[in-house]
């Protein structure tokens, strides 16, 4: 299942200097021709704006390629999506004995 094409569809927008508009705010992964993330949220009630010329994993923070004012992934997308449950967010520094 982690194997999907999907494009995003964010909670706001911006606009590049070259005129294109990008994903803001929360994103969510969004596969054309569904009318839901895929975290199973309804695009118009939830009141997302689909970018289908901007690819999931472009707009991964990580990547810096279309996520200048992404603010956050969901996370339930991103596990959707094939994320590895390994890659937490944060490290154990102390741990107990």
Same mark, same amino acid.
């Given at each position: ?20 508009? @990008?994903? =803001?705010? &929360? #994103?969510? !992964? ?14 118009? *009630? ?18 810096? @390629?279309? =996520?200048? &004012? #992404?603010? !956050? ?14 890659? *937490? ?9």
């Amino acid at each position: 299942m982690g194997a999907r094409t999907a494009a995003v569809a964010a909670a706001d927008t911006w606009t590049d200097p070259d005129g294109i508009r @990008r994903p =803001a705010g &929360e #994103v969510h !992964a969004w596969e054309p021709g569904r009318n839901e993330t895929v975290c199973g949220l309804s695009l118009s *009630r939830s009141r997302l704006t689909r970018f289908p010329h901007v690819s999931w994993a472009d707009a991964q923070p990580e990547s810096g @390629r279309h =996520a200048d &004012e #992404v603010q !956050a992934v969901c996370r339930r997308c991103r596990a959707g999506m094939g994320a590895r449950r390994d890659e *937490r967010g944060w490290t154990r520094t102390n741990p107990r004995p």
